[in-house]
């Protein structure tokens, strides 16, 4: 008896749950290339700030804008310090022990509760039920100055332009003499909704958001699945509300960088709602990532189709879409020339003087991964080692040859306050 209430407290719990990578809002995907991608760009402005910070002996404080469950605080303490040796335990830039405070603001209740069940017994944690769309509410502006004024995952695209600028502002009197910000908005070019790519670049658009993605496939038809408008930008209408929020406020607003965030992966490319020609990529890539899981390289090949009048997002997607399959297709022929008997390459499939650096780089790196593990009898090396490795070195084609104008699912900028 004692065992059976054990095991329906655990089922009913939701953590005896079955795990995977492979789908839902945690996936491998987000976890492995985006937050991971997040994580690479913000690293310096990140570095900077620790260093700063530890000069003056003093901790850091975050605010999470739009947290959702505490969603921030793992991408932000998972930034890599600068360049971690292969020996040492620690990376990252916050150790706990550097934080001084994270506070998690969003309108969500049952989001919050969430939160709170994961991070509510830390007293370094609190959370606030505020609705950001006025700017900051006076509970906000009684907190103490932060360090990082974060969003992630679009939640800026949830605001008009001009909520936008005034809540950015509303940071800028907030914050001490200098801070980090950094926001998180939808492309306006995502190969995803190609469809909607004709709306006016001189009007505000917003797209009409279904989070169709986290339902399996057959069970979408019978779900009435709820949308929610979210605003599409390039990076020129980023830098509008930037330059009018520095002026609204009276600060300096330098920007770090601007990237483009899941440019193949993004949440609708698998659903095709708003372009029916998508590759359905996300799931071979999560499939990538998942330890004992091997996958078809072939479903990880990639048709881009054009849409006329739009040449110079056609050339780039053209040329993103030919590296990545030239990298897949290398990576099968390495995996057919490896003589696991003689640990060599029978032939070594040519790289092209003439490709891009980071191709050229993303397949030599390729060719020593399986000359150097693909003799391993034990682990399932191709699963374990080989596929992850293509995934990282996808995400670095992603993360080269990005140029953070607005083609991904997300464009996020990092930005520092002066005052
Ligand atoms: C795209 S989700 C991102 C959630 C989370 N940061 C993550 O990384 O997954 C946007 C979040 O913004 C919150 N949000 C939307 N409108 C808001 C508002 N007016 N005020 C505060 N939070 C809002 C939503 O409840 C949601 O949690």
Avoid at 116 to 121: A, D, H, L, R, S
Avoid at 169 to 185: E, K, P, T
Avoid at 195 to 204: A, H, I, K, Q, T
Avoid at 228 to 247: D, G, S, V, W, Y
Wanted: hydrophobic share 35%; glycine share 8%; with cysteine.
């Amino acid at each position: 008896m004692a065992e059976e209430t054990a095991y329906t407290q655990a089922a009913t719990s939701g953590k005896y749950d079955k795990t995977s990578g492979l789908l839902r809002k945690y996936d491998n995907v987000r976890r492995f290339w985006e937050d991971q991608l997040t994580s690479t760009f913000l690293r310096p402005a990140l570095n900077k700030l620790v260093q700063r910070k530890s000069k003056l002996l003093k901790r850091i404080r975050v605010l999470d804008m739009g947290c959702g469950s505490g969603d921030g605080y793992d991408l932000i303490m998972g930034v890599n310090t600068k360049n971690p040796g292969i020996y040492d335990y620690t990376t990252a830039a916050i150790i706990p022990d550097m934080l001084n405070a994270y506070v998690g603001v969003d309108i969500n209740e049952d989001l919050l509760r969430q939160a709170n069940e994961c991070y509510g017994n830390n007293p370094k944690f609190s959370f606030l039920r505020e609705d950001l769309s006025n700017g900051f509410t006076s509970k906000i502006n009684a907190q103490d100055p932060f360090d990082l004024y974060f969003t992630s995952y679009g939640t800026l695209s949830h605001f008009h332009d001009q909520q936008c600028v005034r809540l950015i502002a509303d940071i800028c009197r907030h914050s001490s003499d200098q801070a980090i910000f950094v926001g998180d908005w939808l492309g306006r070019y995502s190969y995803e909704w190609q469809d909607l790519w004709d709306n006016p670049v001189d009007e505000e658009y917003f797209m009409n958001y279904r989070i169709s993605y986290i339902y399996p496939e057959a069970k979408q038809d019978h779900v009435d699945i709820a949308s929610f408008p979210l605003r599409l930008l390039t990076k020129n209408e980023i830098m509008k509300i930037i330059k009018q929020a520095a002026k609204e406020s009276g600060v300096q607003i330098k920007p770090v960088t601007l990237f483009d965030r899941s440019i193949f992966i993004g949440r609708h490319m698998d659903t095709g709602d708003y372009n029916v020609n998508c590759p359905r990529l996300r799931f071979p890539v999560n499939s990538l990532f998942e330890g004992y899981v091997r996958t078809d390289l072939e479903s990880l090949l990639v048709d881009y189709i054009p849409k006329s009048g739009f040449d110079h997002l056609n050339n780039f997607f053209e040329m993103l879409f030919m590296s990545w399959n030239t990298l897949v297709n290398h990576t099968i022929s390495l995996l057919g020339n490896y003589d696991v008997e003689k640990c060599a390459f029978g032939a070594i499939p040519e790289i092209l003087p003439f490709y891009p650096e980071p191709l050229k780089e993303a397949m030599e790196t390729m060719q020593r991964v399986v000359e150097g593990v693909g003799w391993v009898p034990w682990g399932d090396v191709r699963a374990n080692v080989i596929e992850p490795h293509l995934g990282y070195s996808l995400r670095k084609l992603e993360i080269d040859l990005q140029p953070g104008t607005g083609v991904g699912h997300g464009l996020v900028g990092v930005f520092e306050i002066r005052k």
